[in-house]
């Protein structure tokens, strides 16, 4: 690449200077040596043709016979069709030329005066153009060093700060660069992360089945007593690997099904119903305010789930008599569900991480959950084309407030789906 830039600024600034050259010669800039040689040329040939018209063909070389000694460089010849243009004499008696042989050295020394600007202009357009080419490739050099290094898995690269440019694409090339190693580095993060969770959760429960299965082994009079206790790991385990199915089927985006309109606030309604029935241990109790209908287009499984997900969140983490107060608004061509209790909410640092996978932030009610609900419940908004959000509410408690399209595009559930 470099040597490609080299040779097109130098053959660039050659052929200016040879362009240079040409022009001096056609307004006739040539050197004094030059002129000296072509006047001298002149007279001898004006002195020749003044004799020939004198003295004849033959007065005439006996002339240049005598000066010749004089003019070593030159030579009278016999021109026998007349065809120069410089030629003395007649056709009829026969023409002559003279002409002017003229060493090696006294031809260069007529494009001297020339050469040696012209050798100068080169030396310093050659050392030039390897800074130019060089400063001009040192940006594209840096990314494809960038990009090898990313090749080779070092994705904590970036590369914007170092490019020193001033040409702003290049520098819009580099920031994109740096968004897109950062997101690359993320993501593998992120699953590096995901498999440490997902083996660290299936750990537990294999441990207690293996301990369990020994038990057994050594006094089988014990399996009864045990058989419940495997069978919640079995469960736990077996929900655990749905959930991660899910989660993995809505990052490939197969899990969307079919598209049907229907009221939301149906499902809604009914998952506050039983929500109602177990806050009654705790005297918690869930109400709902806002519109008649939330007609939306989309996958009822997925939308209940999410609804499900955080409203059982809410209760989970509403304190003794809490009220956990869920809201319904359509605004323009959104619906927006939020979802209000009264409980210890999330410290500000974690608000952005409970929708990722296996989060569980530590707090005063512990959850039983395995920390997939909001995960799951973020990829399948978002793979409707809606967001969900969550703050925290004062003097205490958190707010989920999620946000679906009326209607959802394909387009939408696509984009939706690399959130997740
Ligand atoms: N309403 C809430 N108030 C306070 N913290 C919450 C609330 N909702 C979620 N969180 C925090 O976010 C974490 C992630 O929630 P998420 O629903 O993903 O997991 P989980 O409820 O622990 O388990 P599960 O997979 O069974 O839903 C919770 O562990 C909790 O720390
Ligand atoms: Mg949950």
Redesign the pocket.
Known sequence: MILRVFAFIWCANLLTLLLFLVLINLVDLSPPEDIQIRAETRVLEQQVSDIYRIEGKAGALAFWRQIAPGFPAYALQADADCSDANVIGAADQGCLHLSRAGSIAERLQIIQPAALPLTIGALVSAVMAIFLSRWLTSPIRRISQGLKAIAAGHLQTRISAKLQTSNRELQDLGRDFDFAAERLQTLAEGRTRLFHDISHEIRSPLARLRAAVGLIEVSPARGASLAGRMEGDISRLDHLVN?ILTLARLERGDILGEFQTFDLLDLVENIIADANFEGRVRNVKLTYSGVKTLNVMGNPELLHRACE??I???L???PQGGIVQVTGQQIGDAIILE?A?E????PEA?LKN??A?F?????E?P???????????SGAITSHGGTIL?RNRQPN??V?KISVPLKTSTANLIAGNAVL
């Open positions: 959930e997900n955080i059982r969140n809410a989970s983490h509403s979802v209790d409980g210890p909410g999330v974690n409970i929708f996978p989060v569980r932030v530590e707090k009610i959850s039983a959950g395995i920390g997939l609900g909001l995960a799951i419940a969550a408690g958190l989920l």
